[in-house]
């Protein structure tokens, strides 16, 4: 039982992991570009996102 268990724990962990990164470094755009609007199409085109 254990042995099945653990990876699916160490593989549900490393999925949260990587959808935390990827949601923190999507915010961390975003209010990046927020600041400076020079860039629209860049700006729009993460939105879609």
């Known amino acids: 039982m254990n ?3 653990v990876p699916t724990m160490e593989a549900a962990t490393a999925a949260v992991m990587i959808i935390v990164v990827v949601i923190v470094s999507k915010v961390w755009l975003i ?3 927020q ?3 020079h860039n629209r199409k860049v700006w729009h085109g993460l939105k879609l996102l």
Request: net charge positive; proline share 0%; glycine share 0%.
């Open 3 to 5: 042995s099945i268990m």
């Open 31 to 33: 209010s990046l570009f």
């Open 35 to 37: 600041k400076h609007h």
